[in-house]
Structures are given as C-alpha cells and as structure tokens.
C-alpha cells in the first residue's frame, strides 16, 4: 500500500468518526447542553461558596479576637478614673466577653471559631456561676472535630463536675482524657486533675498512687516536679 493510499485512508477514517461525533451530539443536543450548563452552575457555586467561605473567616477570626481582647482586657485599679476597654470587676469583664463569645458561636458555629467560641462562652459562663449554661457550651465545644479544642473543653467540664458534686462524670472524663491525650492536654495534665479531686475527696491512697506514676512517667518535665511536690506534701 503507497504512502498517498495510506494518507487517504487516514483521512477517510478520521472523517467517519469526526462525522459520527457530529451525528451523536446533533442527536444528543439537549442532554450535552444541560450537562454542560449543570457543569458550569457546579463550578460558579463552588467558586461563590470558596469565596464566601474565605469571607465569613475572616470575618469569625476578627470577632473572635475581639472578644478575646475584652476576656484578657486589664481591670481598673483602685480609684483610678473610667477608661475604655478598662473593667471595674472581673465578673464585668467575663459579662462583657461572654455576650460576645455567645454571639459568635450563633452566628459562626459551623466554623472553627464558632466551636472556639462555645469553649470560651462555656468558661466564661462557668466564671459567672451559671452553671447550666456553662455545661450545654462546654459540651458543645467537647464534640469538636478538633481534639486540642475539644480536650481543653472536655477537662474544663470535668472540673465543672467535679464543683458541683458530680465526681463520678468527672472521674470518666479525666481517665478519657488521660486515655487519648492531645497537644492541648497529656496525659499527665489529666491524671494531675485526677488525682487532685481524689485528694479532695479524701481517697489518699488513689492520689498518691495516680501522683507517683505522673511522677515516674514524667521524671524531667513540670508534671513530674508537680506530683513530686505533691507527694512530699502528703508524707
């Protein structure tokens, strides 16, 4: 077969199929064009929610440092005039903060600082002695798919337990805690907590016992020299 007899043959195939393509979306118009106008509507909404995404973040980031800016603003000194950003109490000042934890986890809750906000509204409840509240945002925030945020939650919840009688709740979530640690809260952090709410509850010999393996699994580090001191306050 010469060259041209090839080049003819490559020019009929390639115009069959060319032809057949043609045919199948002539035949199949109005699928193709929806198909590609559900594509497009796809790829715009997936753009738009980016974008909004990246707008309601930074938007929770902003008032979330703001209300931590009112959480760690400094107290008035005795005598000293008004100022702004200054409070006269503690309790004003976790009131304040508070207000504004609760207002961004309604308005941002899907989003990482919305849960940072139920952790902090649930500390500052705790703080202003509403216990109730203070239970139903710590434990919001203790569900976090985050668990350097949700430990954090989950050992301040048990030292709300622990406050208000409910030892035994307090006592599982320590040994959770102490079970699967995080960055947020080790181990040793757990059982130091547990240890001291035995202490407090007249369970010597459980403290100690708890005190002496931090001690042991922590020779060089701050837990380890706090269960030290502890056992040698008790002896």
Do not use: C
Request: charge should be neutral; proline fraction near 2%.
């Amino acid at each position: 077969m010469d060259t041209q007899t090839r080049h003819a043959l490559k020019k009929d195939s390639f115009a069959e199929a060319t032809a057949s393509s043609v045919s199948w979306l002539s035949g199949h118009r109005s699928g193709v064009v929806r198909w590609v106008i559900i594509a497009v509507v796809v790829l715009v909404g997936g753009a738009a929610a980016l974008v909004t995404w990246n707008l309601r973040s930074t938007a929770a980031e902003a008032a979330l440092g703001s209300a931590l800016d009112a959480y760690n603003a400094p107290l008035a000194q005795p005598g000293a005039p008004a100022e702004n950003g200054v409070y006269s109490t503690a309790s004003d000042r976790s009131k304040a903060a508070n207000q504004q934890f609760i207002a961004i986890a309604a308005q941002y809750g899907w989003l990482p600082e919305g849960a940072k906000a139920h952790y902090f509204a649930g500390v500052t409840y705790e703080e202003l002695g509403q216990t109730a509240s203070a239970e139903t945002e710590l434990k919001t925030a203790a569900g976090s798919w985050d668990r350097n945020l949700a430990n954090l939650a989950k050992l301040a919840l048990a030292g709300l337990y622990h406050q208000s009688a409910r030892d035994a709740q307090a006592i599982d979530l320590y040994n959770a805690l102490a079970a699967k640690p995080s960055d947020t809260v080790s181990t040793a952090v757990a059982q130091l907590d547990l240890a001291d709410l035995y202490a407090a509850s007249g369970k010597q010999d459980q403290a100690r016992a708890l005190w002496a393996k931090v001690k042991d699994a922590d020779k060089d580090g701050a837990a380890g020299s706090i269960a030290a001191q502890k056992l040698a306050a008790k002896q």
